[in-house]
């Protein structure tokens, strides 16, 4: 089992950057593929799902993105940290969200499916300003 702690949300003006954090612990975490994924107000509100944002392998050989994010933010990870980050560039006011990292146990290639991922952190607020 792994439990993962999100960290660096906060708010930024539109075409600023943040860094978010996910620190794991418990299983080991190289065993994992890593996800991000978010859930903006109003979405959450229409009774929507979580809508990926980024991905990557276990070993970082991998990594995908939602369309609206490519060439915007980029996810790493450290595991020597047991951590996985999300650097966020060029930020827009509808990138405002809450952002959840989540852990798909044991594979070698990533998804952007949330129902594959068996463990979620409970996310930190990003909010960008118009």
């Given at each position: 089992q792994v439990r993962l702690v999100e960290s660096g949300g906060g708010l930024v003006e539109a075409g600023g950057s943040l860094?978010?954090?996910c620190g794991a612990s418990g299983d080991t975490f190289s065993?994992?593929?890593?996800g991000w994924?978010?859930?903006a107000p109003e979405k959450e509100r229409a009774g929507k799902e979580r809508e990926f944002v980024a991905a990557i392998t276990w070993n970082g050989g991998m990594t995908d993105y939602a369309d609206?994010?490519?060439g915007r933010f980029t996810i790493s990870r450290d595991n020597t940290k047991n951590t996985v980050y999300l650097q966020m560039n060029s930020l827009?006011?509808?990138d405002t969200a809450?952002?959840?990292c989540a852990a798909d146990y044991g594979v070698g290639?990533?998804?952007s499916s949330r129902v594959e991922?068996?463990?979620w952190g409970q996310g930190t607020q990003v909010t960008v300003s118009s």
């Open positions: 860094r978010l954090s065993s994992y593929a890593m994924f978010r859930l609206s994010v490519k827009k006011p509808e809450v952002y959840f290639v990533v998804t991922y068996d463990y």
